[in-house]
């Protein structure tokens, strides 16, 4: 490779072995990925202590629950086209500070409404973070590897989530509610000072954009000293790149359009169940009979079995990806059914908790890497973004879900009923994906997009 002026990035990437300063690069976007998670399952985990403490109804705590929802929305499809138009790095740093700030701020929050507006500007940051880190790890990955390790690195979405209920359960008692909020503000302050120091732009980005080859240059010798005879770099792409110029214009293409309302529609019935439940089952556990600890740490475990999607990206990268994740849903409807009568034995309750946990968060944390892998680089912040942020108005209709299913009485078996519905219209989403482009999973590169001068 040294010996060869013009270097092919992502060929590059694929004959050198995962460099320490790649692993660097999945440290960081793993720590966004993890205070995401905190973040935005925390709300949940205060919630038996907004009721006790303000005196408000369950149908009440709908709006806080899903106040960070419609900010994370608003983030995610907005940051996606400005990544692809100014540069990964930049987006997260900018978001990463917006949602450490708010998230502190809502600690302080002393009414209902004023903790609903106060969850909203957090999402604005969380909801551009999480999509940009899929999106940069997946840039530094090589192809064999690619939906391992970003399904790894998006493993810090649920740990993050279940760490904040292990955490609550600790903290809520010796410290209130508030100090959960104010460690999830405190901790994105210090992640920024560290992105700013050793994050660096996406490669394949800055070869699209026709950043210098000696900024290039110094970015890949870090991976390895065979790049420093280069003179030019170029970049091919294993999908097809429509002629639109924009991000948002290869979303919607022909080309891509359906695949894109096949990945809006998995994502967004995912989130329907994961937020129904990472929200809701603290208080229907606790209304079910058990204390409010108990049940806040049973709750915890769901999206700890989020870790299971390194195995599906292993999957993904042997066999058809969409057909790995849509089997992942269609047990994932199964699963949360099996949880609505499970609720007389504490230990099953466990065990069948850990275990919808860990099919359903496998399969959504696998979804980011999907996207990834379906668009070109031109339109891949925008494709994931916008995937991330469709779907985020299905985490705001399962918080109202299970609000409105609670307003009608229906009982536990029967709410767990309903929510696990969504998981079946997933998986069928993905089988469409694949039959309208059954291409995607065994493309091979295309020629040249762009080179850097």
């Not at 790095?89 to 209902?112: P, W």
């Not at 439940?277 to 603290?282: E, H, K």
Request: charged fraction near 10%.
């Amino acid at each position: 490779m040294s010996q060869t002026p013009n270097v092919n990035v992502q060929t590059f990437l694929n004959e050198h072995p995962f460099s320490g300063f790649q692993w660097l690069v999945f440290g960081l976007c793993f720590c966004i990925v993890l205070l995401d998670g905190f973040d935005t399952a925390a709300i949940g985990y205060i919630a038996p202590s907004l009721i006790q403490e303000w005196g408000v109804t369950k149908p009440a705590l709908a709006p806080v629950l899903s106040a960070a929802l419609f900010g994370l929305a608003a983030g995610a499809l907005s940051a996606g086209p400005l990544a692809d138009r100014f540069g990964r790095k930049r987006l997260l740093v900018v978001s990463v500070l917006i949602f450490g700030v708010a998230c502190l701020a809502s600690s302080f929050a002393g009414s209902l409404t004023e903790l609903s507006v106060l969850r909203f500007v957090p999402g604005l940051g969380l909801g551009a973070a999480m999509p940009n880190a899929v999106t940069l790890m997946s840039e530094y990955c090589p192809d064999a590897r690619r939906a391992t390790l970003t399904n790894a690195m998006f493993c810090g979405f649920p740990l993050g989530a279940s760490l904040g209920g292990f955490l609550a359960a600790w903290m809520i008692p010796q410290w209130g509610w508030r100090s959960v909020l104010g460690l999830g503000g405190l901790a994105p302050l210090v992640l920024v000072v560290l992105l700013l120091v050793f994050l660096p732009e996406s490669v394949r980005y800055m070869v699209a954009k026709g950043f210098s080859v000696e900024r290039i240059r110094g970015v890949l010798c870090r991976i390895s000293s065979a790049a420093d005879k280069a003179i030019a770099f170029v970049m091919t792409e294993k999908v097809h790149a429509p002629t639109e110029g924009s991000g948002i214009g290869v979303v919607l293409s022909r080309s891509y359009v359906v695949g894109s309302a096949a990945l809006w529609v998995a994502y967004f019935m995912g989130l329907v169940i994961f937020y129904a439940l990472i929200n809701w089952m603290p208080v229907l556990f606790k209304d079910g009979g058990l204390d409010p600890k108990t049940a806040t740490l049973i709750s915890a475990l769901f999206p700890l079995g989020g870790v299971g999607a390194i195995l599906f990206g292993w999957l993904m990268d042997r066999f058809n990806a969409n057909r790995v994740i849509a089997v992942g849903y269609f047990l994932t409807a199964a699963a949360i059914y099996a949880i609505g009568h499970a609720a007389g034995s504490i230990g099953l309750l466990v065990a069948v908790v850990f275990g919808a946990g860990a099919i359903m968060n496998t399969a959504q944390s696998s979804m980011p890497a999907l996207a990834a892998a379906f668009y070109p680089t031109r339109g891949r912040a925008t494709g994931v973004a916008w995937m991330l942020g469709i779907g985020r108005f299905g985490g705001i209709a399962g918080s109202f879900l299970v609000a409105e299913l609670s307003a009608r009485q229906l009982d536990f078996g029967s709410i767990f009923a309903v929510v696990a519905v969504p998981g079946l219209i997933a998986g069928a989403a993905l089988l469409v994906k694949e039959f309208v482009h059954p291409e995607a999973a065994g493309a091979k590169p295309k020629m040249a997009e762009a080179a850097g001068h």
